[in-house]
């Protein structure tokens, strides 16, 4: 049963809009999520990461929510652009859970399209 | 050369061979993954190693043998494998096992291997 689920495989967005890419989680005991952005040919790159004593982490033109009792987070580009377009990934973890808090839980990822 | 490097990039190989996938990491961290990326499924963590130490087997098959010489090197050893195991196998590594931002994983740009 996936525990990290990013229910749409792909998403084509116009450059300058925003690109809103969705996660939802199933375990209660995660409590640090992160986003990893990666291209062809690439291994996956960090990107942005959250705490779940926050609801909301802004880096530059990224933003992740955090909605801890929907279970649910999100990835906001504003204004994306066309290197933004790559598959992008959603992580959690039980950090503070004790052995194998360091296991990051990976959803299956979402295409982003940034068409110019 | 700075990162994580992974060789090879490619490899094909036959139920019966013997094969070696190699990683280095350039970046002064303590632990080193194995994950595999199978088509259509999230990554899976396989193997982890902090100071050289195996500290998690995700419940491996044996024909799957990691070896860590040092904190810079991370080794899988490929044995006897089946058609399934084709995948994108990506070597990481990090600060420390915390997962934090301050130790984010960094990843390589992975082997894809191809099992006949």
């Known amino acids: 049963d996936q525990q990290v689920k990013q229910n749409s495989p792909s998403l084509s967005v116009q450059e300058g809009r925003i690109s809103i890419l969705n996660c939802d989680y199933t375990?209660?005991?995660?409590?640090?999520f992160l986003w990893y952005k990666k291209y062809p040919a690439e291994g996956p790159t960090f990107l942005i990461s959250?705490?779940?004593?926050?609801d909301k982490n802004e880096d530059g033109r990224f933003t992740v929510f955090l909605n801890k009792s929907a279970k649910h987070l999100s990835l906001h580009i504003v204004p994306s652009q066309p290197g933004d377009s790559a598959v992008y990934f959603c992580a959690a973890t039980a950090s503070y859970s004790g052995a194998g808090s360091y296991q990051l839980t990976f959803g299956k990822g979402t295409k982003l399209s940034v068409i110019p | 050369e700075t990162g994580v490097t992974q060789t090879p990039r490619h490899l094909v190989m036959g139920m019966t061979n013997k094969k070696s996938l190699k990683c280095e990491q350039h970046l002064g961290h303590n632990a080193m993954y194995w994950y595999k990326q199978s088509a259509k499924k999230p990554l899976e963590l396989m193997f982890v190693?902090?100071?050289?130490?195996?500290?998690e087997n995700n419940s491996v098959p044996s024909r799957f043998s990691p070896e860590c010489p040092n904190s810079s090197h991370l080794f899988l050893h490929l044995h006897t494998l089946q058609p399934e195991d084709s995948a994108l196998y990506l070597c990481?590594?990090?600060?420390?096992?915390?997962?934090?931002?301050?130790?984010?994983?960094?990843f390589g740009n992975g082997t894809r291997l191809t099992v006949t």
């Open positions: 990481a590594s990090s600060q420390d096992l915390s997962l934090h931002d301050n130790s984010p994983l960094h």
């Open positions: 190693y902090n100071f050289k130490e195996q500290t």
């Open positions: 959250i705490s779940s004593i926050k």
């Open positions: 375990n209660s005991m995660f409590d640090y």
